[in-house]
């Protein structure tokens, strides 16, 4: 069964504070990494999507990483600021004859304090 | 470029009634999706139409969910009767036709906030 699993759950970090969260999947066979950042009463939008020949991708503050070998991923936030306060939502793309279908992660609620 | 749009924001509702849900997707996207995302969980899948044909409804509740995308652009989405378990935020997100070269992204809408009491 595809699932994917992220840590932890929730975080309180304090402004200007790096942070790492965490995504391991078992997704195949594995087309694409994907994490969102959905903010509250948003949809999510997208921040990074990785391949599996790609290993870091940035996006701006942002820096994803992907082990395809051990199905880990994570997602680095630089320098935290209280915009980043939102859901991080690691998503993980299986190849389908029909297209890619999509499997989430329940998320990682991120508090930025000052 | 516009987003994709949701319509109602927000809707309550008591148990046993019905309520629909409106989508517009990005002008030119073939594929639609509606999910259902229950507090502090990821989304789910539950249809997806490439243009007007169902590509994937396996986990929609089809005794009491519907959804049409009849001209291939915007679609509804029909819950009757409603549950209490059915409150949740109901997301629209729609991609391009996929090709060889694109990751097939998907964009997601603001979200309709059901509230079954």
């Known amino acids: 069964k595809n699932q994917v699993e992220q840590s932890p759950q929730s975080l309180i970090i304090l402004e200007g504070k790096n942070c790492t969260l965490q995504?391991?999947?078992?997704?195949?066979?594995?087309?694409?990494l994907r994490w969102y950042k959905q903010d509250t009463g948003r949809g999510p939008v997208s921040l990074t999507i990785?391949?599996?020949?790609?290993n870091t991708k940035s996006n701006g503050r942002y820096t994803a990483t992907l082990d395809a070998d051990t199905k880990q991923s994570s997602l680095h936030i630089t320098a935290s600021q209280l915009s980043d306060s939102a859901s991080y939502i690691c998503?993980?793309?299986?190849?389908?004859?029909?297209?890619?279908?999509?499997?989430f992660g329940g998320g990682t609620r991120v508090l930025v304090k000052p | 470029e516009a987003g994709v749009a949701q319509s109602p924001r927000y809707k309550i509702i008591e148990k046993r009634q019905s309520v629909a849900f409106w989508c517009n997707p990005i002008?030119?996207?073939?594929?639609l999706y509606w999910y259902q995302q229950i507090l502090g969980q990821g989304p789910k899948l539950l249809i997806q139409?490439?243009?007007?044909?169902?590509?994937?409804d396996s986990q929609l509740p089809k005794d009491r969910f519907s959804a049409e995308r009849l001209k291939g652009v915007d679609s509804t989405l029909k819950i009757q009767p409603a549950k209490l378990e059915d409150s949740a935020v109901y997301l629209c997100?729609?991609?391009?036709?996929?090709?060889?070269?694109?990751?097939?992204?998907?964009?997601f809408g603001p979200g309709t906030r059901l509230t079954v009491l």
């Open positions: 997100a729609s991609s391009p036709r996929p090709s060889p070269s694109s990751y097939n992204e998907q964009f």
């Open positions: 995504c391991n999947y078992t997704v195949s066979p594995f087309s694409n």
């Open positions: 002008s030119g996207h073939a594929t």
């Open positions: 990785m391949t599996f020949s790609e």
């Open positions: 998503v993980v793309s299986a190849i389908k004859a029909a297209g890619n279908k999509l499997t």
């Open positions: 139409f490439q243009n007007n044909g169902v590509v994937d």
